[in-house]
């Protein structure tokens, strides 16, 4: 009975039909119903043993017991009957007046003959597609796109995977669903359960998962199975489509939701819709809807990825806006839009701070490096750069959140610290600085007091992700643990070519890890004879193939010489010239200027046998004696994928050479124990923070958090 509308008896009276209805409604969500009301009515829908005059002798029990109860039903009925009334334009969903007796989802089989098509079968090689529509509840006939919907009005769903329904509002661009990247593990083997969620604020939806199973080939349906056991249903249980009631709200104007299908907690695909809402039903309406994501083979080692508290989907629907869904590991938390404008802005804004906490400008316009010969800080300056960047971090927060359920949603899904996977279908130009999210409230303008418990925590384990005082962190507290970078593993893989997986280790088996170096040669030359010599007694087994010229690095890169790329050069400003705009220039060497078009051209013109095989970690630390050029690696990101780049980490601002040093040093030193790029990454910044310093939280990695060096043994 998980499923709305599929149950396996008629009901037997009419106030099991109106439970059931209020059962599949917004309104069972509402938060004042008593859990003790709707655990007892759940039980009244699954005795199948009480006659009539027993199921009504216990309903009426819950609404004499439970006061909000017997509200919230009361405002089911006006809604009901509202509903019906408010509809202007032809057809009518229902013309019967009163309250709702209509036994809904009663018959057996949850659809009759679908005049849309979608029960044809597709054939066992067709593409599937999702297919959604928007149906009046009762009717369940399909709302056309052309309607206005009706504001405070209750509306379903239709959810299928098949063949391409002529009626879904996908259909005018279609894109098959990705049925082949599951595992094929359910039911003994005949197919996957998925979990379908919608999100949206425009909306009242009900916070839940739908599961609905895909056999192998055909199509979808739903059943009162529990999810990921084999079926026990018979197929005159089954549902060809799976309904999803949602409400809308009172104000009129454009709405949207979000569809997400997922399996296993990993996204494979979902629709953005968008409709229009008015005082009442009308013609002049313009419905839509987009696949905005699909899953990729990227993605597809499913079965093998580490199972992940939240994901965050980053979509680009053609509107140009970044939508961001947070999935919990309970449920949809909620779905937020971002204009690449206001992502920008955000990204300038964050690298000006991280900058702030690193140098000041002097009155002669040199720069003040503010960090000590030995990387850190006096803890009063750190107390002050944190709360500089907790200010930014809590501005970014309300950015991605505006609501206040939005907010607490967010809190709760993320208070422990988790493992977040940022899926970005095309990574572009535009990235958002998760790390810094600041989650605790503050006040703008004031110094927030120090949680002491939090600082405390730091000098006593550096691999701590949470506050032992969590639960007291009020209003105006600054806390370190209330940073995502200090608190989750992040990872921000780009989804890879058609065909690759997602990585999980770099190198090549049984071969111990070597080190392309590539080095600029206009830096301080001390520093970087120390740091070589280091690396030299790191990678002492592979060993280090250091690149001071750009044909050398380009040879470097062809051969695939190393599990490692280590770029420990300069960014430079695009040359307006030369350069692409917005994109950041490696200079190695003798100012030797290595651009993505560059990798784009040696990749496309060397065989590539080998580089699979390797997968490079690559490591871009923005090095240079210090200055305020720009340092935006996603360029190179999308250019190390020719050769096969199983990750690429960076950061987000250059980093004065010797505290760049002492955090490559840590990270190859840590990925070459055996540690992943997550822990790895936490560790650096951790060890940073306990010398008073916040800049590990400029370092983004674009890759799996459980990416791993292969070692050889
Ligand atoms: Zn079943
Ligand atoms: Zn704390
Ligand atoms: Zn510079």
């Known amino acids: ?9 008629e009901p037997r009276c009419p106030a099991e039909a109106e439970l059931r209805a209020l059962r599949d409604s917004v309104f ?3 938060p004042e119903l008593e859990e003790g009301a709707r655990q007892e009515w759940e039980a009244l829908l699954r005795s199948a043993d009480l006659d009539a005059e027993q199921f009504i002798d216990g309903f009426n029990e819950v609404v004499g017991e439970y ?4 509200r919230v039903l009361e405002l089911f009925r006006e809604a ?7 509809t202007h334009t032809e057809p009518d969903p229902d013309p019967r007046p009163g309250r709702v007796t209509d036994p809904v989802g009663s018959a057996p089989v949850a659809d009759g003959p679908v005049p849309d098509g979608t029960t044809a079968e597709p054939g066992p090689d067709a593409d599937r597609f999702l297919n959604l529509a928007i149906v009046w509840p009762l009717s369940r006939k399909t709302v056309p796109a052309d309607r206005v919907l009706a504001a405070g009005r209750s509306y379903e769903l239709r959810v299928d995977i098949g063949a391409l329904s002529a009626e879904s509002l996908l259909a005018e661009r279609p894109r098959p669903f990705p049925g082949d990247l599951l595992d094929h593990t359910d039911d003994d083997g005949r197919g996957d359960w998925l979990e379908a969620t919608v999100l949206g604020d425009d909306f009242a939806v009900p916070v839940r998962r739908h599961g609905i199973f895909l056999p192998q080939t055909g199509s979808s349906w ?11 249903c018979e197929p005159v249980h089954r549902g060809a489509h799976l309904y999803i009631p949602f409400t809308t709200l009172g104000e009129p104007g454009p709405a949207r939701l979000h569809l997400l299908v997922s399996y296993r907690g990993n996204q494979v695909q979902s629709a953005a819709l968008t409709a229009l809402v008015g005082a009442a039903e009308s013609r002049g309406g313009d419905t839509v809807a987009t696949v905005d994501y699909t899953l990729t083979a990227g993605f597809a080692q499913l079965a093998t990825l580490p199972a992940r508290t939240a994901a965050v989907r980053v979509g680009r629907p053609d509107g140009g806006a970044m939508t961001i869904d947070v999935i919990g590991q309970n449920g949809p938390v909620s779905s937020f839009w971002l204009t690449e404008h206001q992502v920008r802005g955000a990204l300038k804004d964050v690298r000006g701070a991280l900058f702030g906490v690193h140098a000041v400008n002097r009155e002669d316009g ?4 503010l960090i000590d010969e030995n990387n850190g800080k006096p803890a009063g300056d750190l107390r002050r750069d944190l709360a500089a960047l907790a200010h930014k971090g809590a501005d970014l927060f309300l950015l991605l959140a505006r609501s206040k359920p939005e907010r607490e949603a967010l809190r709760q899904a993320l208070k422990a610290p988790s493992e977040i996977q940022i899926c970005q279908e095309e990574l572009g130009h535009l990235t958002f600085p998760w790390s810094l999210l600041y989650d605790i409230p503050l006040d703008t303008g004031v ?3 120090p949680c002491d418990a939090g600082w405390a925590e730091i000098e006593r384990r550096d691999a701590a992700r949470s506050c032992p005082a969590e639960s007291g962190h009020g209003r105006n507290t600054l806390c370190p643990f209330g940073f995502w970078g200090y608190r989750h593993f992040i990872e921000q893989p780009p989804s890879a070519a058609p065909g690759r997986r997602l990585r999980l280790w770099a190198g090549r088996e049984g071969e111990a890890p070597a080190l392309t170096l590539a080095r600029s040669l206009t830096v301080d030359a001390p520093l970087m004879d120390h740091h070589v010599a280091q690396l030299r007694r790191h990678f002492v087994l592979g060993g280090v193939r250091e690149c001071d010229r750009k044909e050398v690095l380009r040879q470097a890169l062809v051969d695939a010489a190393g599990a490692c790329v280590y770029f420990y050069a300069h960014g430079r400003r695009p040359d307006p010239l030369t350069d692409a705009p917005a994109t950041t220039v490696l200079e190695i060497g003798q100012g030797e200027r290595v651009t993505p078009r560059d990798l784009a051209s040696w990749a496309d013109t060397s065989p590539d046998p080998d580089r699979d095989e390797v997968a490079p970690l690559v490591f871009l630390n923005g090095c240079h004696t210090l200055d305020s050029d720009p340092a935006s690696w996603l360029t190179f990101v999308e250019a190390f994928s020719a050769f096969s780049a199983a990750g690429v980490v960076g950061t987000e601002i250059m980093i004065e050479q010797g505290l760049a040093n002492e955090i490559g040093e ?10 992943a790029v997550g822990p790895a990454l936490h560790k650096v910044r951790m060890t940073l923070l306990r010398k008073g310093n916040a800049l590990g939280l400029a370092y983004t990695a674009y890759c799996s958090a459980a990416l791993r060096l292969r070692v050889a043994a």
């Open 666 to 675: 840590q990270f190859w030193e840590q990925l070459l124990l055996g540690e």
């Open 67 to 70: 006061e909000a109860a017997r």
């Open 28 to 30: 069972w969500q509402r």
């Open 222 to 232: 739903v059943c009162p199975c529990p999810p990921h056991a084999p079926h026990a």
């Open 1 to 9: 009975m998980d499923e709305p509308g599929t149950y396996l008896w």
């Open 366 to 369: 040199s720069l003040e490096n």
């Open 447 to 449: 110094r927030p007091a």
């Open 80 to 86: 009901q009957e509202g509903g019906l009334r408010g």
